[in-house]
């Protein structure tokens, strides 16, 4: 990435945490500015600049919201349309929130099903973060990276493709996001197996 792309990008995230800091508690804060570093410290810095920062603001903290309770060993997948009077952020696509337990093949395998349902894909955000939670699957924390005692993995993915209203094609959608989800996870775990016995 050339040197003017990542300071655009560095400043666009940089003016995120400080409209982020402007809206929530102290307490707050210590959760959401590693979270917003993270969602967007890989994405194209031209995708990021054709977004408002409100935008941004809201996609992140809607996910944040949707991670908030997760159990380890099925996917978590949301389906939907934000507007922002419900969701406090606004896209012209289909949205689609994903939380698992991170492993290979991920990003793949949910693009090829997206393109299965004939919709083009407009934007992938896939963060892994090292998340710790309680004993009922609440978010407690995002661990540092340098910390590798505590936590767990787990992938976040959010995607933006060609909007679909209607409510069957959503749920059609949803299903086969997360049919293809568990087929990798027992392919994932499967695999050791397959490669002893061979």
Do not use: C
Not at 14 to 40: C, G, K, N, T, W
Not at 148 to 164: A, N
């Amino acid at each position: 990435m050339p040197r003017s792309e990542e300071k655009q990008k560095a400043g666009l995230i940089e003016s995120l945490i400080e409209y982020a800091r402007a809206r929530l508690a102290p307490d707050e804060r210590a959760q959401v500015e590693p979270l917003l570093r993270a969602y967007y410290g890989e994405v194209d810095p031209g995708e990021l600049a054709e977004r408002s920062v409100p935008d941004l603001y809201g996609a992140a903290l809607a996910h944040l919201k949707f991670a908030r309770r997760f159990s380890s060993g099925a996917p978590k997948v949301r389906v939907y349309n934000p507007v922002f009077a419900e969701h406090g952020w606004q896209s012209t696509h289909t949205v689609l929130e994903i939380l698992n337990d991170d492993m290979p093949f991920l990003v793949d395998s949910v693009t090829m099903e997206a393109n299965r349902h004939g919709l083009t894909l407009h934007l992938m955000i896939h963060p892994v973060l090292r998340v710790r939670r309680d004993d009922t699957g609440n978010l407690l924390e995002f661990v540092p990276g340098s910390d590798q005692e505590r936590g767990r993995l787990e992938s976040f993915i959010h995607m933006e493709v060609d909007r679909r209203t209607e409510t069957d094609a959503l749920q059609r959608l949803h299903d086969g996001i997360i049919g293809v989800l568990g087929d990798v996870r027992l392919a994932v775990q499967d695999w050791p197996k397959m490669a002893q016995r061979m």
